[in-house]
C-alpha cells in the first residue's frame, strides 16, 4: 500500500514562513505528479501547485511569488516553501500524487491526510 504523509503545519504570525513536507511512503515504482492543494472551512479545496516528473511547476495564482515548491526524487517527497504567510492562506493543505505501485501497470491517485495551517494577523 503506498500512502503520503504530511508534516510542517502549525501557527505562524501573518508575514511568517513554514515549510510543509509530503513524505511518499511504500512500495512504489514511480511517481508520476506530486502537489499541494488547501482546503479553508466553507470553501472547495483549492490547487497550490504542483510538480511534474521532470520538474515543471505550477501554481495557483495566489501564492505565485510567495509559495516555492521543490521536489525530492531520491526521498519521494515534496516540499512546500511558504514565505509572506496571510490569515487567508490558513487552510488543512493537503499533498497529492500520482503513483503506480510496485507490481502495477497502474497508477493511482493518493491523498495524505492533511497538515493545518492556521495564519495569525
Known amino acids: 500500500q503506498v500512502q503520503l504523509v504530511e508534516s510542517g503545519g502549525g501557527l505562524v504570525q501573518a508575514g511568517g514562513s513554514l515549510r510543509l513536507s509530503c513524505a511518499a511512503s511504500?512500495?512504489?515504482?514511480?511517481?508520476?505528479?506530486m502537489g499541494w492543494y488547501l482546503h479553508a472551512p466553507g470553501k472547495q479545496r483549492e490547487l497550490v501547485g504542483t510538480?511534474?516528473?521532470?520538474?515543471?511547476?505550477n501554481y495557483a495564482d495566489p501564492v505565485k511569488g510567495r509559495f516555492t515548491l521543490s521536489r525530492d526524487y531520491a526521498k519521494n517527497t515534496l516540499y512546500l516553501q511558504m514565505n509572506s504567510l496571510k490569515p487567508e492562506d490558513a487552510a488543512t493543505y493537503y499533498c497529492?500524487?500520482?503513483?503506480?505501485?510496485?507490481?502495477?501497470?497502474?497508477?493511482?491517485?493518493?491523498w495524505g491526510r492533511g497538515t493545518l495551517v492556521t495564519v495569525s494577523s
Open positions: 511504500g512500495r512504489i515504482a514511480s511517481i508520476n505528479s
Open positions: 510538480v511534474g516528473v521532470g520538474g515543471r511547476t
Open positions: 497529492n500524487a500520482t503513483m503506480r505501485p510496485d507490481g502495477s501497470n497502474y497508477y493511482v491517485e493518493v
